[in-house]
């Protein structure tokens, strides 16, 4: 028998280790090495140390049969599933980098699963989000890239919740994301090389919505009752409009990713195509409600997403929020959508009906406000937009029964808007910092 010398105890029992790992993955190597157990008393080659081992490496073969909790998670970590992906986040104020993000998530696998942060997670380690943790959970549910969804997920993911999740990789933008401590949340994963990495959208972030909403409220920002004195109020406000103008991104979309939203899909003959059209700004749980609603009266929804020239006509201000582009992709990331209209014109003409085959025309119930006014969605109007619809009889209203538009986003903006500076400036310089650093990674 070749002998094997070891310097000290400690390269031994690291020896061991490691060979006791590997014993575990081989029912043949157990029965071998059980044998030798059996035989190695009568062997004078074996040291001392060697049988101060055996015995209870003996009794730990043995117990093979009944696993520990600590083997039961290498054995889950061994078959964990290749084709499930793991993705989390807080999912603020959902945009197109958000879908893709889970889109190219997807292709990194056959199943998605994704965590979403719940609101105090989310607040320790970042600052308080615009949506609350259910309307986000549901704006998961409904994205046709999601398979699963993981309530209260950790900020950090651990080996463990892997495991647990039968997914053998996380996936995450090539951007740094950090914990409360600022120490890299997918650290412990990418050492253990269970992480993968994928583009990450330039152009539009949550921090830039949350600029951009900031400045918008600046003419009500006096009006609001707060505790800061009004010069260290305006002081502060021309600091980060400045810092906003100077940070200004703009979303590029190329025809590629637009394909890649797309559902290339059209109408069978007989289907039911119902219509509903609108702004779909900062798009939200109401939008999703009144969307979801919409479908189950047909068996084909059309979305027509007007243009943001025409939005900021009757919206005037800032609006819309989010370009064109980004709200098309949203809209599109939704289960319940089979097709979108971009730059739909404002009123409902006979040519788009007849055009597109439209067979219901429909919108969600909203306060009427002045009744001498007309209604799409949160914007008054003086003209039907519906009349040509409501002639034909093909008009219909369904509940909104999550009642939330672009201003009460705003409202929620204003009610915590000191927080939100400080969180704008944080997560505002580590955006500038990741655009300093970044190198070409090829989106999936």
């Known amino acids: 028998m070749a002998e094997i010398h070891f310097e000290s105890q400690v390269l031994f029992f690291n020896f061991l280790a490691k060979f006791s790992l590997e014993v575990m993955k081989s029912q043949e190597l157990q029965a071998s090495i059980l044998r030798f157990c059996e035989s190695s008393s009568g062997l004078s080659e074996v040291s001392q140390l060697a049988q101060q081992f055996l015995t209870p490496f003996r009794n730990h073969l043995n117990q093979l049969a009944t696993p520990s909790p600590w083997l039961s998670g290498l054995?889950?970590?061994?078959?964990?599933?290749?084709?499930?992906?793991y993705m989390d986040g807080c999912f603020d104020l959902m945009h197109s980098g958000h879908f893709n993000a889970l889109r190219q998530a997807r292709k990194l696998g056959k199943v998605l699963v994704v965590g979403v942060h719940s609101d105090l997670e989310i607040t320790r380690n970042k600052g308080p989000p615009v949506m609350n943790e259910r309307e986000r959970y549901a704006m998961l549910r409904a994205c046709k890239w999601v398979d699963e969804v993981v309530?209260?997920?950790?900020?950090?993911?651990?080996?463990?919740?892997?495991?647990?999740?039968?997914?053998?990789?996380?996936?995450?933008?090539?951007?740094?994301?950090?914990?409360?401590?600022?120490?890299?949340?997918?650290?412990?994963?990418?050492?253990?090389?269970?992480?993968?990495?994928?583009?990450?959208?330039?152009?539009?972030?949550?921090?830039?919505?949350?600029?951009?909403?900031?400045?918008?409220?600046?003419?009500?920002?006096?009006?609001?009752?707060?505790?800061?004195?009004s010069k260290e109020l305006t002081l502060q406000t021309e600091t980060f409009i400045q810092d906003s103008q100077t940070n200004q991104k703009t979303l590029l979309t190329t025809s590629r990713r637009i394909a890649e939203f797309s559902n290339a899909s059209k109408p069978k003959p007989g289907d039911k195509v119902v219509y509903i059209d609108g702004t779909f700004d900062l798009f939200h749980i109401g939008h999703l409600e009144t969307i979801k609603k919409a479908k189950e009266l047909g068996n084909y929804l059309i979305v027509g997403i007007h243009d943001d020239q025409t939005v900021n006509e009757h919206k005037g201000s800032n609006f819309p929020i989010m370009s064109l582009h980004d709200r098309v992709m949203c809209v599109l990331s939704m289960k319940y959508v089979d097709e979108v209209v971009m730059g739909a014109p404002w009123d409902v003409t006979q040519d788009l009906i007849t055009g597109f085959n439209i067979n219901i025309v429909v919108q969600g119930t909203v306060p009427k406000g002045n009744c001498l006014n007309f209604r799409k969605?949160?914007?008054?109007?003086?003209?039907?937009?519906?009349?040509?619809?409501?002639?034909?009889?093909?008009?219909?209203?369904?509940?909104?029964?999550?009642?939330?538009?672009?201003?009460?986003?705003?409202?929620?903006?204003?009610?915590?808007?000191?927080?939100?500076?400080?969180?704008?400036?944080?997560?505002?310089?580590?955006?500038?910092?990741?655009?300093?650093?970044?190198?070409?990674?090829?989106?999936?």
């Open 377 to 444: 969605g949160s914007i008054e109007t003086t003209e039907d937009p519906y009349k040509t619809p409501k002639q034909l009889g093909i008009y219909r209203e369904v509940q909104s029964t999550y009642e939330l538009d672009t201003r009460d986003i705003v409202a929620r903006i204003v009610e915590n808007r000191f927080k939100y500076f400080a969180k704008y400036q944080k997560t505002s310089s580590r955006e500038d910092k990741y655009t300093e650093e970044r190198h070409y990674v090829q989106e999936v």
């Open 151 to 229: 309530e209260d997920a950790p900020y950090s993911p651990s080996i463990e919740l892997l495991d647990s999740l039968n997914c053998l990789h996380a996936a995450h933008g090539d951007d740094l994301s950090l914990n409360e401590d600022g120490n890299d949340c997918m650290s412990i994963l990418k050492k253990e090389g269970r992480c993968k990495i994928f583009k990450r959208t330039e152009g539009i972030s949550t921090t830039q919505l949350v600029g951009k909403l900031l400045l918008m409220t600046r003419d009500v920002w006096e009006k609001v009752e707060s505790p800061t004195t």
């Open 75 to 85: 054995q889950e970590k061994r078959t964990a599933d290749p084709k499930r992906i």
